[in-house]
Each structure stands twice: as C-alpha cells, then as structure tokens.
C-alpha cells in the first residue's frame, strides 16, 4: 500500500523522483542523510522501506498522516479549498486558471447552500494569487 500512496502523491504534486528528494533533504536535519531519487524510486517499487523518520518527513512534506502513507487508514479529510488554490487543477488536459477556481468554489458553495463569505474571505487573504483580478 505504501508505495502506491507515495506514487500517487508524488505525481499529485507533479514531482518527478529527484524533485521529491530534492524538497525532503530542505526538512532534513543536520544529522539526517541525504534523500535521492533512486531512493524514492526504490521505496515507491516496494524494493526498500523508508525508516520512520522518512516516513515522518514524507507525512508532513504531503500534509498527511504516517498511517495515511502506510494504508492503516484509506483516505485522510481533505481541504478542497487548499487542494484548489496550492496545486494545478487539469480536467480533461486543460489547466483551471485561479478564475476556473473561484467559480468553481462558487458553484460548489451554492450547492450547498451556504451563501456564507467564507469563500470571498479565502479569496479576500490571498493577496497577489489573482495578479489584481476582481471578482
């Protein structure tokens, strides 16, 4: 299970091996070995296992938990908001601009009838994420 939720967050974030290695030698102490690709291709073919610090690294790199990565539990609660506005939305190998993803937000708010600002609120804080669009 492991090496099938590293993959599947890996590419998620569309990282390649050495990108991954890369952002988790950044968390790593100074006490800590350095992490490679071929490390983390090892780990995602189920060929080596990470010890228990990498997996702590990988949880909060991915924002999940350890039993998470390791399939004790089959799905963590996922912000939709965050999943929107920190990654790259495609559907159907179009890229979502941030206008895609405020109507789309727009529209999932209202199907839950919460005509609430939380959303607005969101949008209001992110600063240059619109490059000065209005909505």
Do not use: C
């Amino acid at each position: 299970m492991f090496p099938e939720r590293l993959r599947q967050l890996r590419k998620g974030r569309n990282l390649t091996l050495p990108q991954l290695a890369e952002a988790l030698n950044k968390a790593a102490g100074k006490n800590e070995a350095k992490n490679s690709g071929n490390q983390i291709g090892n780990w995602e073919r189920g060929e080596r296992e990470p010890n228990y610090h990498e997996l702590i690294k990988l949880a909060d790199f991915f924002d999940v938990s350890v039993d998470f990565l390791v399939g004790r539990i089959k799905q963590d609660t996922v912000d939709l908001l965050q999943v929107m506005f920190v990654n790259d939305i495609k559907y159907q190998n179009q890229t979502f601009t941030n206008v895609d993803k405020y109507n789309i937000m727009n529209l999932i708010s209202n199907y839950f009838n919460k005509n609430d600002t939380s959303i607005n609120q969101y949008f209001d804080n992110q600063g240059d994420l619109f490059d000065g669009q209005s909505f």
